[in-house]
């Protein structure tokens, strides 16, 4: 009775009674908006990651929020989209945080950093811990607005016309790495390329560059690096759990209603959870069939984990006495990360050493 009475003296009665919505739902304005990625439109996957955001908020709109994609170089360079989002050009981008170290190195905390987390725990900070808040806040400064909207999970460590064998190898390596890891390569004595991923394999052919690196099996095979450079290594130490965020221009974000605005959010975090979905499904296969073509994989020699995981610390000590917006950041994703490690020592760990070592 309760119930009843609720809805009568509200005014929903009739409403329900015609088995329609609230009239502010269809009230809600035409939007166009368009997204300028950082990635090439050949791979499904990270790429992929802008176009199933703009369809799901196509659909939860009703096809009033339509969000046109448009592939790195397109409207502008794949690192130029911060500045496009910062200044209005275009109202979001769909880019990995880390390409902009250049402009303050806080900027990696929002994707990976070299002995990171794994791609659960960045998710956990990020949503459960204080990520989200901490790098809204330094994503302010340049009037945008973040949401997570992607995960690659683990990364591989590149392709090599040779492959490592020592620490010694490092020295002189002209090595395409993704944004800040390029920090601690150059420590070891390589020399880091920061090369958009549409452009890396004319760069590996040519012989510009010694090895280089993009994601995994799936979308490697699909960028041809085995063809010019068969040894293939892993882990990369610089990528454990990069995420790939959806950033808005915070004005065109504030002029959305409170609907659009949580749209805008679900969206996102639908595209944050099928991404990684579709790497770990496309992966396996595509890792088998490089193999049976020739390509020799390798791991990183331990003293190269272990200079790389030594400079990386000393890296991460230096940026906290020069840089407030890093110390303010890092302390918390320090303090989160060495949580998360326990805790993964002991129940996945233990879980997955097993499971690996079983004939499935």
Known sequence: MQRRSFIRHSGLAGVLAAGAAPAVVHAQANIRWRLASSFPKSLDTIYGGGDVFAKKVAEMSGGKFQITVHPGGELMPPFGVVDGVQNGTVECAHTVPYYFFGKDETFALGAAIPFGMNSRQMTAWMFEGNGLKLMREFYAQYNIISFPCGNTGAQMGGWYRKPLQSIADMKGLKFRVGGFAGKVVERLGGVPQNIPGGEIYQALEKGTIDAAEWIGPYDDQKLG????????????????????????????????????????????????????????????????????????????????????????????????????????????????????????????????????????
């Open 225 to 360: 690096f085995n063809k010019v450079a068969p040894n293939y290594a892993y882990p990369a130490w610089w990528e454990g759990g990069p995420q790939i965020d959806l950033f808005v221009n915070q004005k065109a974000f504030n002029s959305l209603s409170a609907e659009y605005k949580a749209i805008v959010e679900a969206a996102a975090t639908y595209s944050h959870v099928e991404m990684q979905a579709k790497y770990d499904a496309k992966n396996p296969a595509a890792l088998k069939q490089l193999v049976s073509s020739g390509t020799k994989l390798f791991r990183f020699p331990k003293d190269v984990m272990e200079a790389a995981f030594k400079e990386s610390m000393a890296l991460y000590s230096e940026l906290s006495a020069k840089n407030p917006n890093w110390k303010k950041v890092y302390t918390d994703f320090a303090k989160f990360r060495a949580e998360q490690n326990l805790w993964f020592r002991f129940a996945e760990s233990g879980f997955d050493d097993f499971m690996q070592q079983q004939k499935l």
